[in-house]
């Protein structure tokens, strides 16, 4: 079955790093588009970032983009979100995404809290 397992995420002082990870098994990774998304306390689930099977195109959206960078690893099923200069308002549990299709839980994993505070 798919499974995606992130993992990364933890507390952070404003302007920190963090890189967030995701495993995934159970389906043609390579072939995949990949999301990450996030949902913050009280908010709808928003995408963060998406990357082409081949890693040709990457997008992001407007508040994250020039600090976070994604990247894949078609050898090893596995998703990289690198985040730096983070802010307050990117505190957010994160989840790894298999398509477009973010706002259906079955699409993505358990998600990992980031947490930036001072």
């Known amino acids: 079955q798919v499974q995606l397992v992130e993992s990364g995420g933890g507390i952070v002082q404003p302007g920190g790093s963090l890189t967030l990870s995701c495993a995934t098994s159970g389906f043609a990774f390579s072939t995949w588009w990949m999301y990450w998304a996030r949902q913050a306390p009280g908010k709808e689930i928003e995408w963060v970032s998406r990357i082409s099977p081949r890693s040709a195109q990457k997008g992001y959206t407007d508040s994250v983009k020039g600090r976070f960078a994604v990247s894949r690893d078609n050898d090893e099923n596995t998703l990289t979100l690198q985040m730096n200069n983070l802010k307050p308002e990117d505190t957010a549990v994160y989840f790894c995404?298999?398509?477009?299709?973010?706002?259906?839980?079955?699409?993505r994993g358990p998600g990992t809290q980031v947490t930036v505070s001072a």
């Open positions: 995404v298999k398509g477009a299709d973010y706002n259906n839980p079955h699409n």
